[in-house]
């Protein structure tokens, strides 16, 4: 499909004129509008291929105009702008039908990049189905799950798009970066709300005590079963079931997992009748899967059953922007849960969360915020507040080789940007480290060029171009 006319609807002046100039000018046709009358009246009159709708607009909002364009021009691809990048615009502009979400201000093109991949996608496959209109109120997302970052926005769309069907999910991830929240939030707003979430750790139960919490047992079935059991499948009926850490789980009874899945239905062990269950299956783990596949710990037929639909969870380290968000809505937690007073970080205790490796993710970030609360006398946690934290860092800089430390601190800086659009990052990464590298060698020797040079390795000449190129102020005699 070739997107040739599009809508572009937004009660801010600067911002309808940008978008018109930037499309025209890639030979589309734009008519634009000025509040969510206007957009519905345009739509009345001409067929769109493309509608770019902000959230907020005088009228009829962005929201209930997505839902009337689903409904009325199920042909048309929307695109939804807003500058509050909450989880709930995302996650409800996505499960109302939105083809894709931008934040504000946005690179124009980030929208180029959306379209280019609607025109492709609609060659290939029909549109993502109409999911359930709206999150309930007492339900909100924002309830579990915290952040505004890229890689969180991304799962957001995810979510968005398949919470309200009933395909299985596979959520993967390091220990602590919330899989539970995830699985949770399908249940919460897939059509089986209000029937059980049923959450089970497979590493947490002995292999010979896993299969009766799974699948019930009869009566008799081994000494000490003095009475029917019901198991998690049938506890859950209508509802959700959470295998969580499913790569720890026996091969026999993967077996067993498969077969229900495939014919869902369950015997109770010491049983000869089948019950058929209907439960929805969100499965977790923290172990990479595929490597467990090839080494026949994990059954293949198995894993590609769970994995209709994979969502990876980001680490804490991939998505620093989150942070101070999540330290407020932990201390604000605390707060409530503990009866403490208000309190905040300061800037240079965000400075340093920043810059932590966070080993246990979302987790260990919530237990020192809330270690720090009930222990500091103060109102704002410093560093002081996190002397094992701080010390923790402090002793693994120290230990560590010069590469391994260059190694961890540039994995943590190249996990903020977007490699797809860089064309220049080894460049970039080199001046980074020359710069510091040459001003600290000539500060060794007050500003003798001569001697930096020999320290370096380099000839004086080239020293003098990367002080020129990398604009270092040489101060003499220093």
């Not at 890229?150 to 991830?173: F, H, N, W």
């Not at 010390?391 to 994995?411: G, T």
């Amino acid at each position: 499909m070739a997107i040739q006319r599009i809508l572009v609807a937004d009660d801010e002046e600067s911002i309808r004129w940008v978008l018109s100039k930037a499309l025209k000018k890639q030979g589309f046709s734009v008519d634009l509008a000025v509040d969510g009358f206007q957009a519905r009246n345009l739509a009345r009159q001409h067929h769109y291929d493309l509608a770019v709708l902000d959230i907020k607009m005088p009228g009829i909002q962005g929201l209930d105009l997505l839902k009337q364009f689903r409904s009325d021009y199920p042909d048309t691809l929307i695109i939804i702008m807003t500058a509050e990048a909450t989880m709930e615009h995302a996650v409800t502009a996505m499960k109302n039908g939105a083809y894709d979400y931008l934040s504000k201000p946005f690179d124009l093109t980030a929208l180029d990049a959306i379209i280019l991949k609607a025109e492709k996608a609609a060659e290939q496959t029909e549109k993502i189905d109409q999911l359930k209109e709206e999150l309930q109120d007492q339900y909100s997302f924002s309830q579990a799950i915290i952040g505004n970052s890229q890689p969180m926005q991304e799962i957001y769309k995810i979510l968005g798009r398949v919470a309200g069907s009933d395909v299985t999910v596979l959520v993967t991830g390091e220990s602590g970066t919330g899989k539970e929240l995830v699985a949770r939030a399908i249940h919460i707003n897939s059509q089986r709300l209000g029937k059980p979430f049923i959450a089970i750790n497979c590493a947490a139960i002995p292999r010979e005590l896993l299969e009766t919490e799974l699948f019930g047992h009869e009566r008799g079935a081994f000494t000490g079963a003095t009475e029917r059991k019901t198991g998690k499948f049938e506890q859950a009926s209508g509802g959700t079931l959470f295998l969580d850490e499913i790569g720890d789980m026996p091969a026999e009874l993967q077996a067993k997992l498969l077969r229900v899945l495939q014919e869902k239905e369950i015997t109770r062990t010491g049983g000869n009748r089948t019950i058929p269950v209907d439960v929805r299956i969100v499965a977790a783990t923290n172990q990479d899967i595929t490597v467990l596949v090839k080494e026949k710990l994990f059954r293949e037929d198995l894993y590609y059953r769970l994995n209709v639909l994979p969502i990876r969870l980001p680490a804490l380290r991939e998505r620093q922007d989150d942070i101070p968000l999540l330290v407020d809505f932990f201390l604000q937690k605390s707060k409530q849960d503990l009866g403490i007073d208000s309190m905040e970080c300061s800037p240079e205790t965000l400075d340093f969360f920043r810059s932590y490796n966070w080993p246990g993710n979302v987790r260990e970030l919530e237990n020192v915020i809330k270690r720090a609360a009930l222990l500091s006398p103060n109102h704002v946690l410093t560093p002081s507040d996190f002397p094992g934290l701080f010390e923790d860092e402090k002793i693994q800089s120290q230990d560590e080789s010069l590469e391994s430390l260059v190694a961890r601190k540039l994995e943590n800086s190249l996990v903020q940007m977007n490699l797809q659009e860089m064309d220049n990052l080894y460049e970039m990464v080199l001046h980074q480290i020359e710069r510091p590298l040459i001003n600290i060698v000539l500060k060794k020797t007050r500003g003798n060029q001569i001697r930096t040079a020999d320290i370096l390795g380099i000839n004086r000449n080239t020293l003098r171009k990367k002080i020129k190129i990398l604009e270092i102020e040489v101060k003499r005699g220093s």
